[in-house]
């Protein structure tokens, strides 16, 4: 029974750091009670990459057959649809190492999205709000051998960290 405004500072792209900065920048002017940080697990992609990392956002992406290939994609649905099975498993186990090495302790986005948390728990004291993070999964991934849950456990203790409550919508 009490009137409530929604605001979204966010666009799509933005990683934990950028959206802080925007909350600072934009978000405290409406003197928020709650932030609501919705958290996809690419959240923590880096715009300054490494090598490692452009090497994998290459493994992700899908191939135009080459030589012989070519050729049979062009003219068998045979071949094509063998292909299209080889560079799925290929993108898709790519896409799960790279997931998996940007919540490593070497990489330095997830650095970076420690520091986001920690500058988000100095505004949420400073200004007074209350911070909910909610973890978003990949949701084209069977969830009984679920591969991308040591990233979700990382986000969770990050918000142990900083005593901010959490929703993991992967249970």
């Not at 666009?11 to 409406?30: D, S």
């Not at 030589?67 to 799925?88: A, I, N």
Request: aromatic share 20%.
């Amino acid at each position: 029974h009490r009137k409530v405004e929604v605001i979204n500072i966010s666009k799509p792209g933005w990683n934990t750091g950028r959206e802080v900065y925007e909350l600072e920048r934009v978000g405290l002017k409406f003197k928020p009670d709650l932030i609501v940080l919705g958290y996809c697990l690419n959240d923590t992609e880096s715009p300054w990459t490494d090598r490692r990392t452009r090497r994998y956002r290459r493994i992700t992406h899908y191939r135009k057959p080459e030589g012989v290939w070519s050729f049979l994609v062009k003219y068998s649905m045979f071949f094509r649809l063998l292909y299209k099975t080889k560079e799925d498993f290929r993108v898709k186990r790519g896409f799960i190492d790279y997931i998996n090495y940007i919540y490593s302790d070497k990489y330095s986005g997830w650095k970076d999205t420690d520091r986001a948390f920690y500058k988000l728990k100095e505004l949420s004291i400073k200004n007074g709000f209350k911070v909910l993070v909610v973890i978003f999964p990949f949701l084209n991934y069977s969830f009984k051998s679920y591969p991308f849950k040591k990233a979700h456990r990382r986000v969770r203790q990050l918000c142990y960290k900083y005593s901010f409550p959490f929703l993991d919508l992967l249970p």
